[in-house]
């Protein structure tokens, strides 16, 4: 299995990058557009009305992979689903777009005879993020006034799987 690639490189919100060139046959996304983990964007109940609302923010702008968004997910749907059943609606409000590039090097020997360097160093698509800024919603829950507590809860659990930090807002 390949070994994900430190989130340090890819964190920061800069440009996104695609390639455009004034020859034809360079100009294209190479890779396409790798898969994404994400299984569900809305659990629970969506049709029926509630009173209490809840929102998982983010203070710092920066990427977010997609493989964090769903482990944040399973880990507040899980909390959810234990305590309340099917009595609330969560929806995931971000989705991954941006697509993370990896330009592989090899160093050690026949190294010459495999990379290119940087000559035309484009990269491979190797991961997909979401782009948030602060202040932004990553998650919404809504559900009665009598389980905020639990919706609290489970927010807070799936606030520590993001590489950003994050508050709960009540609506």
């Known amino acids: 299995m390949v070994k994900i690639r430190k989130f340090s490189a890819y964190q920061n919100l800069e440009r996104p990058y695609t390639r455009i060139s004034k020859y034809s046959k360079k100009n294209f996304v190479r890779g396409g557009f790798p898969s994404i983990k994400i299984t569900k964007f809305d659990m629970g109940t969506q049709q029926k009305e509630y009173d209490g609302k809840l929102l998982l923010t983010s203070t710092r702008s920066m990427n977010v992979r997609h493989n964090a968004i769903e482990a944040a997910r399973m880990t507040a749907n899980r909390v959810l689903e234990k305590a309340l059943g099917k009595e609330y609606h969560f929806r995931v409000k ?46 919404e829950l809504r559900l009665s006034k009598s389980q905020l507590k639990v919706g609290r809860e489970a927010l807070h659990r799936g606030a520590s799987k993001f590489p950003c930090p994050c508050k709960v807002v009540a609506v």
């Open 94 to 139: 971000i989705y991954p777009f941006h697509v993370l590039r990896e330009n592989p090097l090899a160093a050690g020997a026949g190294a010459d005879r495999m990379s290119k360097g940087m000559q035309r160093s484009y990269g491979k698509a190797i991961s997909a993020a979401a782009r948030v800024k602060e202040g932004q919603a990553l998650f």
